[in-house]
């Protein structure tokens, strides 16, 4: 198996990180808010007997007639201001609840508390404090909870059913808030509670219709020992903020890859499908990357191994061995392939050992997520691979990241780029990475070119506004990001350049000019015609496409699309070429025609056009007499059965086999009876070609045989054609 990560000694940087972590109990969270299931309080209110559920209008207002005006504390003083403060109370000592299942609620809710605010290793108790009624325009202004007993920590709020809106509890803590909407229920009838450290600043918004009844506790520790302090995740973020900035400090840093603990499928992998102590774990991770100023992203970790069984003395075929054990490793790997959604594009491609991860066990062992097996292979034994997915936080700083975009594909390239243009936020050593990417080519694969949006770099090259990026580039590099970026867009980068270096873009795209460029340079021309800044060079370079055209033409067997030609039409139109341009791009655009091309590209475009022009007609006109002398030329069929030996050198003795059935004039069938050999090459040798013969096998008799018959194939389809060509005419001469 893969060698024990503890075999290593761990550097103390990443010991403390893992140390950090550790301490982080529960979620990590200042607040915890949630809703359970209802259960009758049996609640006695001292002078009203017990309250009915949900609470209504009626029990609402006794419930004000029996309360007081609730005071706020400032230090050591109690102070009453409806500036401050506007809600009613009723003191503990006048509330009891007759119900047993209340209590056990409130012990399910501690759980859940406990859970919530990493207290698993403390004994915690709720004690209540008092009743709160809240009517229409009730509010409390943002504040802290002093200290009303001896070991308390925190506060308990017990949202009773009662209908209204508004009157949300707020709960800040640095710079970071939770929001408990009792009013939000679905159920009538749920109990919604939140809990919080007195550390945390909170607020009770402005109620907007109906009345909030609550119930609030004290949270007090019980035994003694360590007392209780918040250590929410932004505590644990700023310690982990400093060890980060130490580890991206190192000589020659590299990503801070940071283990959470659990596996994940791909497919079920994101923030919110955390498992335990992984969320907060990654929150903090994700905060402390913020406070450091350096990038971060969620991911999986994977560990790949592939390798075989125990060999017992025999394979067994019918058995599933994908739940065997692996006992010999012969490949394995490491590699983020999978990245949970995130503002921040992601890597594809990131080169670690597995010393360099930071994790606080050992790889590989236990169950993978997701095992395979090749099963049984003839006289071999299965190949097993097993796949482990860890959730992890990849965290890097900046300069990193500089030397990191040099090694990634066009399209996570681009998307780095598309980042900075949007964020506007670039350090120094990116911004030279990213210089030089541009300045050399990006790092092109078929994977990776798909999925690269090159107009990005026409916003960075805008951005820039280098007047001599242009210039300076490699003839062959401007020619494809040419091709790749939207017409409309190179109009903006020619507005941002002086008119000369635009026009030194030009001659330098056209030196030697091919087919994708032309297509690409007829439609940047007819953006350029429109824009007043650019269109006496339009005119200029429109005046030179018959001369781009004649020198494409004569290299390349391509031939541009029906996109490009509608540009032509275009400019023909609206451009104002003088009369010798169509009369000298017409033939250019016609000479040798081929079939497929006025069928597919020429003809459709041209029973399109609604406008004609001295182009259309041009053009129209050369359709016409090409299909008018195919259609001149009606296919005759063969005199007899005899057929022309293929034109080809490879399997020379299976057609030395045929050349007297193919010569011969009156035998059109010929069946070949011999072995399966000898019968798949003759047959291989007649579908390797084009060729008026089709095959079958009769399998009667022993050897089979393999009988071979003429057909009329190419004269059919030569009429086949014919007939498109003279219906086509037909069309273009109406």
Known sequence: MRRNLYMYSMPRIKQNILETLRQLKGSGRFASIGTTDFAFPGLIVEGLGEIAFPINKIQALALIGAAQKAPFGQGRNTIYDDKVRSAREIDAVKISFKNPAWEKLMKKTL???????????????????????????????????????????????IGLPSSHTGGELVIHFEGVKETADFARSADPYAINYAAFYADCDHEVKPLGSGYRVCLVYNLVQEKAGKKIALQSVQTHAARLAELLIQHQAQENPQPAIVLLGHQYTPENFSYDTLKLNDRAKAETLLQAAQKSGYYARLCLVTSFLSGAPAYGGYYDDEEDDSDAEMDEVYDQSLSIEHWAKNDLPPLDNVSFEEHELITSFALDEGEPIVKESTGYMGNYGPDLMHWYHYGAVMIWSPDVNARLLLTQGAASQLNWISHFNRTKQITAAEATSVEFIVSTGFNSDRQTEKAANYNVLADWLVTRSDKTFLPELNTAILQSYFIKIDPVKWISIFNNIPADVTAGTFEKLTEIITLPVLKQLVAVLQEMAGDKKLHSLAAAQTGDLPGYFKSVYSRDPGRVDAGTLHHLLWMAKNASPVAAWIQEIIPILTKDLQRSYVHKVLAP???????????????????????????DQQPQPPPDWSRPLPDTKQNSKEWQLLNAFLASPTEHIFDFRKNQAERSALENAIENVIIDLKTETIKTGSPHTLRITKTKATYQRQMKDWKEDVTLLEKLNK
Do not use: W
């Open 605 to 631: 475009l041209l029973l399109q056009v609604k406008d004609s022009s001295k182009l259309t007609n041009g053009l129209l006109q050369s359709c016409r007499d090409y299909l008018q002398q195919r259609a």
């Open 111 to 157: 759980t859940n508390v406990k859970s919530d605010l990493g207290l698993e290793d403390y004994t915690i108790a709720a004690h209540l404090y008092k009743l709160l009624v809240y009517k229409e325009g009730d509010f409390f202004l943002p504040h802290k909870d002093t200290e009303k007993e001896k070991g308390m920590f925190g506060s308990l709020v």
